[in-house]
């Protein structure tokens, strides 16, 4: 049946409280079955599969493109980086995830959440990055020419 994408407007991040959001990847209903029965204390970022496994982290991805976003985010993490990096390096992972494969895009929503709660910090089209990200220009290619002869 090859790829499908339901929709790019599909908000991925769920605002679940004031001290909580959801992500989600995959089937919509699932996912928001999730979102609606979770219930979690204390701070933390943790996996939620879709048969119910619970993994806690730091970092993670999810969707087909998350190969892709991984790479950027394991060669970028740093502990102890500032909020303006960690979105840098969130918006940059999400756009080479959306580059790479082809169902995912829309927009990279990025937010963080700390001890008073969530903050939208960005939400971008990945279009629009594809400038800031990825090298555009000509490229110089030096060649020497043959001479041929006709005979």
Not at 104 to 119: H, I, L, N, Q, R
Request: charged share 20%.
């Amino acid at each position: 049946m090859g790829g499908y994408i339901s929709s790019q407007s599909v908000k991925k991040i769920i605002e679940i409280n004031p001290h909580m959001l959801g992500t989600m990847a995959g089937g919509a209903a699932d996912c928001q079955f999730w979102h609606r029965n979770l219930g979690i204390k204390g701070p933390g970022l943790y996996y939620v599969d879709s048969e119910g496994g619970r993994l806690k982290g730091n970092r993670f991805s999810v969707g087909s493109g998350s190969p892709y976003a991984y790479g950027v985010l394991d060669s970028g993490y740093r502990y102890d980086m500032s909020i303006e990096e960690a979105a840098e390096l969130a918006r940059r992972s999400i756009y080479h995830a959306t580059f790479r494969d082809g169902a995912s895009g829309g927009t990279a929503s990025v937010y963080y959440v700390g001890p008073d709660g969530w903050k939208k910090l960005s939400g971008d089209d990945v279009g629009e990055l594809h400038y800031k990200y990825y090298p555009v220009g000509p490229a110089v290619v030096e060649q020497e020419m043959a001479e041929i002869s006709i005979a």
